[in-house]
């Protein structure tokens, strides 16, 4: 059995969906390099595809199957949400994986070399988030190389 395949299935469609979207694609790939595990890392390459509408969950659940598009999903912000509304929901939601990806996801946007770009009230938000999200996250393997956050 190929443990990697979901993986495999990740990047191709992370691939065509971001082909004309570097910084995306970027993006997604450093969110997975700061995970372990297959489940994890497939998870977190495909983290904004739905929300972004590239695919929706029926699409996703055909290619990915259950459990990856159900951690997808959890990771996925609705449009009634408020970001701290989502924040909660994926901290009660018991998916210790959507919990690491979004964790690695905020890790990303805080990056001493990226954060500068944001608006101040993004880097606030992120940051009210990652507190939120750090006391579900613990025991949790995140690589958090980033001076800002650690």
């Known amino acids: 059995m190929n443990h990697n395949k979901p993986v495999h299935k990740a990047e191709a469609l992370v691939a065509l969906a971001y082909r004309n979207a570097p910084d995306e694609l970027a993006h997604v790939h450093r969110v997975a390099g700061r995970l372990q595990g297959c489940h994890q890392t497939a998870v977190a390459l495909l983290h904004d595809l739905v929300e972004d509408e590239y695919l929706n969950e029926s699409q996703l659940l055909a290619v990915m199957g259950p459990t990856v598009t159900r951690s997808v ?34 890790y990303d946007h805080l990056d001493e070399n990226r954060f500068h770009n944001l608006p101040t009230s993004m880097v606030d938000r992120y940051l009210q988030a990652l507190s939120m999200l750090v006391p579900y996250g613990r025991g949790m393997m995140v690589r958090q190389e980033d001076p800002l956050v650690a």
Not at 100 to 106: E, G, I, R, T
């Open 73 to 106: 999903m959890t990771l996925t912000r609705r449009k009634s949400e408020t970001y701290k509304e989502y924040v909660r929901r994926v901290t009660a939601s018991g998916d210790e994986t959507a919990v690491a990806v979004k964790l690695a996801d905020l």
